[in-house]
Antibody
């Protein structure tokens, strides 16, 4: 059983929007920081954003700040990423991941299978 | 935030040991012990191999070990096995309260 399942990816034109979702099952969700990480085709990993268990602490990579919004619904065991003003360079597989331990230690222990976002005209 | 620097490729024969370096700055690796290492096989999600510089999650073989000196962290794989052939990435917390990944290293088992 995959503990995290992303959805919402697809093909979108430059300047468009997408909302990614990540559903957790079989693992504790509400007590842990959650992270979005992306990987462009054939490229390395890029950290995108993280959110605290309560949702009160949020940080973004400079490359997405002001365009992407991370959020969570602990009642639904779900994480979200609202992506606006999409650019070609945002094309990537987007992974959601849960921290290894309580608090933030930059260690993502549980990962989803990823959802592909393609930004192209 | 610039990516942490890793060698593009490292290779070794079965049974040998290899070490992958991950060089950052005093803004990340040099200041925080929140350095992690991930293994990624083609088409798969990354897998956490080392966290907080030198700790192994349950289920990760003790052939994998991590260390840090100054601004450089290292991952050592002892007793290299065929299934260790994969891409490896380091990551670190930064003074901006963000994370940064390394450039990635392709490990080839000869």
């Amino acid at each position: 059983q995959v503990p995290l399942v992303e959805s919402g990816g697809g093909l979108v034109k430059p300047g468009g929007s997408l909302r990614l979702s990540c559903a957790a099952s079989g693992i504790t969700f509400r007590d842990y920081y959650m992270t979005w990480i992306r990987q462009a085709p054939g490229k390395g990993l890029e950290w995108v954003s993280y959110i605290s268990s309560s949702g009160n602490t949020i940080y973004y990579a400079d490359s997405v700040k002001g365009r992407f919004t991370i959020s969570r619904d602990n009642a639904k065991n779900s994480l979200y990423l609202q992506m606006n003003s999409l650019r070609v360079e945002d094309s990537a597989v987007y992974y959601c991941a849960r921290q290894n331990s309580l608090g933030y230690t930059s260690a993502s222990r549980h990962w989803g299978q990823g959802t592909l976002v393609t930004v192209s005209s | 935030q610039s990516a942490l620097t890793q060698p593009a490729s490292v290779s070794g024969s079965p049974g040998q040991s290899i070490t992958i370096s991950c060089t950052g700055t005093s803004n990340d690796v040099g200041t925080y012990n929140y350095v992690s290492w991930y293994q990624q096989h083609p088409g798969k999600a990354p897998k956490l191999m080392i966290y907080e510089v030198s700790n192994r999650p349950s289920g990760v073989p003790d052939r994998f070990s991590g260390s840090k000196s100054g601004n450089t962290a290292s991952l050592t794989i002892s007793g290299l096995q065929a299934e260790d052939e994969a891409d490896y990435y380091c990551s670190s917390y930064t003074i901006r309260s963000t994370d940064v990944f390394g450039t990635g290293t392709k490990v080839t088992v000869l």
